[in-house]
């Protein structure tokens, strides 16, 4: 057990190496001197002005010292939590703007993947035993997991919020609302964050029910379902235990969809003004602000390893085999 | 009589049309008796044990009556089957290595069962300890996954479970098809004296393999392409049999201490038919040695002798 | 009947017939049974016919616009007309939308055949190998996959392309290629091993061929119609992320694809200026393919795969 473990800690440390390493390493890929061409775009008038930035900027890539030692400074900085300076939104610093940001994300995020993995296990298991059900939810699950997350974003929000005016149109809450933990300000945040997290859970959810559906039926099939058939257990038992079967690979699969759930709710906030890491990042792409496009990425790659990490653990705890194949067995 | 089978006909559905399976097969098995059900693969032996527990997905009852202790066994209702499944009629399948589930300790699942079919009570399971320790599993395999026992282990495991509450029938599919030949004997010394000892009341053991059947079976029960060739009592049938079918079987075998200078291993020509359209009359007529122009006509299967019944012109005309 | 009173002639008078009277056995052959299911199985039909539909849209369309897709020529935020072929209406800055979209309907099928062609070799190639020669070669190609499988190569695409100025259809189909291959790399390992240890591959190894001989004449065939299914798969993922990596605003540059016009009209606040001819039928348009690929791929499977066949 000890061995998987340390075994997965290392591969998840090699790519974070690797992440560090990529995200140092593109600017400096780059053609031209990055300082330049941040400095021909930020056409600052005041030559003095000018001077500063330049020298901070220079400052900041180091680029005044070897490669190795930026390298090396990279590090070092990262490792005190300093991420550099936003552009844009000077003097902020990336790690300030990124703290601010993630509540809203992960607000989005933890529940809109709980609750969509949870609905469309359940769903899908229940398509998997009713045909008629399953004819109705199989086509619609098909249709939400093709759709593109900004496409249904927006879609809910030109009808509900736009055209129906049922939902606010953007924004974490009303700009003239009071910002005090009050119920009115609860709600008001609540009614701000309802559709974007509709939009990410509906086209996750599809996702999960076509698979849990077919996990089912195929676990409906197995050999133990037979068996226990044969000796006469209730349809009640046979479906407790493929579901249980059926749920584990579903819990591997949360790792692997991270990803793309991730990129999706970076759009969602898009479409919505949703003041989290998406609508950070699309400012900062927008306005080249590359300190905020790299920190946000180095938080996110962060992000996903530890849930990655949580995944494999509590897959161990869930599946027996995985445990026993690792400890050996007793007799 | 225990089990008396009558016209028994099912098929299979496919796109192309009905597999003929079993067509039209009746025979009975007395209390206490060990039938061996013997013929090459795709005979209906298989359809045959599954028919009489539960069928697959795409099987299809036509016709047939199956009684068992006196009363009919309503094999073409899966519901209603449920209250005679692992009661009255139990079954060792074939698949008896992954047969438990994977997640579930053996005891858990064990009890979980019983529980389900409303026996929840005490007297099953410390029974079951009993017999574990019969066929020689300690009482620690209850608490172990299926993962942690080898394949002989779960074997004996899936033995005990099927024969836990005393079924009138007992169908053990093909459970010796996978093993060694000492390893064989052990597990039909087991059937043997799980019917000694009264655990089950009688058996049909569904196999390919003669040599075991000798061993084991008190009668045995060859069929070919859907239907019954010859019933016997296992001497009979392996030192006189009289169905030709039977015979080049028999014959094919090798023997022990025979060499191929002296005697070749001869086998028999031709496969049998496809059942999806069979041919009229007697199945085996194409590949038989002793047809006639009467074999266009299905032979009967009748009694010859006490206790032993063959379907076949020549060799008992009616 | 009475009981027969002739005793069945002894053992050795008997002996099998040398030549059985047997009819011949009726069955379809391997490729022809699978094309009489294929055109019976619906959703395989459905599926790809939505499919190339949308694909000789993509193709001809273009042809058929009366602007170029990123010209500023009509009147400002027009409603689908059959004027001046404005058929699909025009942005809030005047462009035509049914231009942009056809040129955006070719970017997405060239992205994905491309993205996902390059992502199915890479997945070949490595699955392949790792699964065929096993130990060492495994074991490294399973770090690499497990890699980057864990990168989020979302956010990693982010910081590539937010770094070049000027980006093409090429670049974000390769980009995307080289980044979806790991789920694809483990599945076909997976499935090499069990093919790996049966007996033809014994034989050609027997026969001196060498491994790629080996793999690409003997195992990947064998695996072809799990190949293509494949394909399908990563065809349309590719087709997602790229619409996803456009509309954050990393398209590719001097043209316009269906990402980017959702993004220039959420951009231009289409949403409340109710211009849904915008921003409605590029989502539509890919939700259509991808959801069709879907379908189809579910039919190829049970076409292939007999024990799925419903009765």
Redesign the interface.
Known sequence: MRRYFLRKLFIYLLTFVIAVTIDWAIPHLMPGNPVLTLMGRLQIQDPKVAQNVYHHYMRAFNLDLPLWKQYYYFWVSLLHGDLGTSILQFPSSVTSIIVHAVPYTLGLLIPATLLSWYAGNKVGALAARRKVLDNTVLPVAYALTATPYMWLAILLSWTLAVTWKVFPVGFAYDPTAQRAWTWTFVANLLQHWFLPFMSLFLVAFGGWAIGMRNMIIYELE???A?????????Q??VRK?AF??AV?PQITGLALSLGAVIAGALVTEIVYSYPGLGYQIYRAITNEDYFVIQGIFLFIILGVLIANFLVDIAYLIV???TR??MEG??? | MSLNVDGLRVYY???AGDVQALDGVSFAIADGEIMGLAGESGCGKSTLGKSL??FDT?MRYVAGSVELDGVALPIWDNDA???????EV??I?Q?AM????????IGRMVH??LR??GMGSNGAESELKRRLDLVGLSD?VLD??P???SGG?KQRT?MV??TLLDPSLLIADEITSALDVSTQKAVAETLVGFRDRGFVKSMIVITHDLSILYQMADTILVMYAGQLAEKAPADTIVNEP?H?YT??L??SLPEVGVRFAKKRL??????P??LLHP?AGCRF??????ATARCAEEPPF????AGHSVACWE???? | ?S??Q?A??S?DE??????????P??TMGGKREMLHFAVRNRKLVVGLSVTLAMLVFAVVGPFLAHHPPLEYGGKLSWAPTTKDGYWFGTTLLGQDVYAQFVNGLRLAFIVGALGGGIAAGVGMLVGFTAGYRGGVVDEVLNMLTNVVLVIPTFALLLVIAAYLKVRGIMMESVFIGLTSWPWAARALRAQTFSLVSRDFVGMARLSGRNSWQIIFKEIAPNMSSYLFMMFILLFGGAILIAATIDFIGLGPSNTISLGMMMQLSVQNAALQLHLWWWFLPPGLAIMTIVASLYVMNVGLDEVFNPTL?E?
């Open positions: 197995s050999d133990y037979h068996y226990l058939e044969a000796l006469g257990a209730p009640r038992l235990y249980r079967n584990l599946d027996p085999r026993i194949g067995t007793k007799a | 559905r496919t796109l527990i539960r795409r089957m449920t209250d005679f499944r692992f009661k139990s079954i399948p698949y992954s047969a438990m589930n994977p997640t579930r300790k979980e069962l389900s079919r620690d172990m996954y993962i942690e026992l282990m899936v479970i099927s009289w030709p015979r080049l028999i014959s001869s086998g028999i020509a031709g496969r038919p496809a041919p007529a194409a590949r038989c040695p002793l009748v009694e010859v002798a060799v008992a005309p009616c | 009947m009981t027969p002739v069945p002639p053992v008997i002996a099998p017939l040398e030549e059985p009277v047997t009819a056995v009726q066949r009765l």
